[in-house]
C-alpha cells in the first residue's frame, strides 16, 4: 500500500526543549489516523513540520513522496486549523471562490464544495454573520479543494453541534473511501474512537502509543466490564453468586475482569439462564486506553 506520510526517527528542539524525540508514523492512502496527546505533547510540531512551516533536527519525513513544503507537497496536502478565520465582508461563496481561483480552479465549484459541508442555504451571508461551526464548515470546504491526497485536520470539529459533527465524520469516511489519507488530531475521544483507523498516541515529545483500537486495548490489558440484570426476584441469589460484584444505582450489578478471564466469567453468568434478564460487556474506552499510556509515561 502506498505511503502518503512517511516519518522516521522525527526530532525537534526548540532551545533546552525537545519537543519531538525519534517519532516514526506511516499513513497510507485511504486511512484514517487519529493524532492523540496532552497539551504539549508534540501534536502541532508534527503538523507544523508535515506542512512544512518549520524545519525539523533529525530524521526523515516524506509527504506524498517530496519533501514537506515542497510545491509538489503543497499541491496535494490540505490543512484545517481549530480557529479557522475568514474575511467578515466575504459571503461563504465568495471566499471559496477566492481561494479556488488561488488554486487554479474553477471558481464555479464553490456552491458544490459547500453544499458537500452542509452549507449551501448560508451561502450568500456575509461570514462575518456566521457561527463558529458555520465557519469551520468553510474551513472544511476550503480544504476539499482539488481533492487532496492528504488531509491535516487540527481540532475539525470545534464548534459544531452534535449532527454537524456526525456529518463532518461522514464526510471524512467517503474522502477515505476515495482514497484520501487522514491525519486528524481531537481532544474529543468519543467521536474518533469508532472513526479512524489507527491512533497514535503522543506524550511528552515520545511515540507513548500507536495501533487499532483492538491492538491498543490488547496492550493495555485493562479490565473488562460486565453489567448484569437481574431478572424479577432474581437480585439476592445473583449477589450471592457473584459476592464481588458493585451494585450499580439502577440495580444493576458489575464485574470488572482480565481480557483472559471474559469467555470464562460470560460462560458462568449464561449458565444462571433465567435469572439474568440483561447483559452488557463494556469494553476498555479510548479515553481509558489515552489515560493508560499517558499515565504510563509520567502524566
Known amino acids: 500500500m502506498t505511503s502518503t506520510l512517511q516519518i522516521s526517527r522525527l526530532t525537534k528542539r526548540f532551545q533546552t526543549v525537545e519537543a519531538l524525540k525519534e517519532v516514526s508514523l506511516t499513513l497510507e492512502l485511504g486511512k484514517r489516523v487519529a493524532l492523540l496527546g496532552h497539551n504539549g505533547a508534540g501534536k502541532s510540531t508534527m503538523m507544523k513540520i508535515i506542512l512544512g512551516l518549520i524545519p525539523f533536527d533529525s530524521g526523515s519525513v516524506s509527504v506524498c513522496g517530496t519533501a514537506p513544503g515542497a510545491a ?128 497514535v498516541i503522543l506524550s511528552q515529545g515520545r511515540l507513548a502509543a500507536e495501533g487499532t483500537l483492538a491492538e491498543l486495548r490488547e496492550e493495555a490489558a485493562l479490565p473488562v466490564a460486565l453489567l448484569i440484570t437481574p431478572a424479577a426476584g432474581e437480585d439476592a441469589a445473583l449477589a450471592g453468586a457473584f459476592p464481588q460484584a458493585v451494585r450499580t444505582g439502577d440495580g444493576r450489578l458489575k464485574l470488572s475482569c482480565e481480557q483472559t478471564r471474559k469467555l470464562p466469567l460470560l460462560s458462568r453468568i449464561a449458565a444462571l439462564g433465567g435469572q439474568v434478564a440483561d447483559l452488557d460487556v463494556i469494553p476498555p474506552s479510548l479515553e481509558d486506553i489515552y489515560s493508560h499510556f499517558s499515565r504510563r509515561d509520567g502524566q
Not at 499541491?75 to 479557522?84: F, H, I, K, R, W
Not at 451561502?123 to 491535516?152: D, E
Not at 461522514?170 to 469508532?194: C, F, K, M, R, W
Open 72 to 199: 509538489a507537497a503543497r499541491t496535494q496536502v490540505a490543512y484545517l486549523p481549530e480557529n479557522a478565520s475568514f474575511h467578515p465582508a466575504l459571503t461563504g461563496e465568495e471566499q471559496i471562490r477566492f481561494y479556488l481561483a488561488l488554486r487554479g480552479e474553477d471558481p464555479k465549484q464553490a456552491m458544490g464544495l459547500l453544499d458537500k459541508v452542509g452549507l449551501a442555504h448560508a451561502a450568500r451571508r456575509r461570514i462575518g454573520g456566521y457561527s463558529k461551526g458555520m465557519r469551520q464548515r468553510v474551513g472544511l470546504a476550503q480544504t476539499l479543494i482539488g481533492k487532496p491526497r492528504l488531509l491535516i485536520l487540527d481540532e475539525p470539529t470545534s464548534g459544531l453541534d452534535p449532527v454537524s459533527r456526525r456529518d463532518f465524520y461522514d464526510l471524512l469516511d467517503g474522502l477515505a473511501a476515495d482514497g484520501a489519507a487522514i491525519l486528524l488530531s481531537s481532544h474529543v475521544l468519543t467521536e474518533v474512537e469508532a472513526r479512524t483507523d489507527r491512533i
